[in-house]
């Protein structure tokens, strides 16, 4: 897809799009690893993939701070709000939130992570 056409397709800024992208990923490597590393036995194995799971939730969390950053940014940039169409008040019972409720990618492992919220 070229510069611009993510723009004109999604309604969404590509900045935006690419972040939400890594995001994504980030949250599935992390479940993968932690799939990989329940499965895993003792030893070098299972250090590697305690390893990659904390850098994939890392990222995850980075990702997620610029996502806020970047939405508040577009926020001022257009009528409506978020470049999702949200509006800035909070959200309703009708609307989903962003912080989740347990379960999903790291809601009851170990190590340290920012848990399974989104």
Same mark, same amino acid.
């Given at each position: 897809? $070229? $510069?611009?056409?993510?723009? $004109?397709?999604?309604?969404?800024? @590509?900045?935006?799009? @690419?972040?939400? #992208?890594?995001?994504?990923?980030?949250?599935?490597?992390?479940?993968?690893?932690?799939?990989?590393?329940?499965?895993?036995?003792?030893? +070098?194995?299972? #250090?590697?993939?305690?390893?990659?799971?904390?850098?994939?939730?890392?990222?995850?969390?980075?990702?997620?701070?610029?996502? &806020?950053?970047?939405? $508040? @940014?577009?926020?001022?940039?257009?009528? =409506?709000?978020?470049?999702?169409?949200?509006? =800035?008040? &909070?959200?309703?019972? @009708? +609307?989903?939130?962003? &912080?989740?409720? =347990? =379960?999903?990618?790291?809601? &009851?492992?170990?190590?340290?992570?920012?848990?399974?919220?989104?």
């Amino acid at each position: 897809m $070229q $510069q611009g056409q993510s723009s $004109q397709a999604t309604g969404t800024r @590509n900045v935006t799009y @690419n972040i939400v #992208s890594v995001l994504y990923h980030a949250l599935q490597g992390a479940e993968n690893c932690q799939t990989y590393l329940n499965d895993a036995q003792e030893g +070098e194995l299972r #250090s590697f993939f305690e390893e990659a799971l904390n850098q994939q939730r890392q990222l995850a969390d980075r990702a997620k701070q610029l996502l &806020s950053s970047q939405l $508040q @940014n577009e926020g001022g940039q257009s009528e =409506g709000g978020s470049a999702f169409g949200f509006s =800035g008040s &909070s959200p309703s019972q @009708n +609307e989903p939130s962003l &912080s989740g409720q =347990g =379960g999903g990618i790291g809601g &009851s492992g170990g190590g340290s992570g920012s848990g399974g919220s989104f």
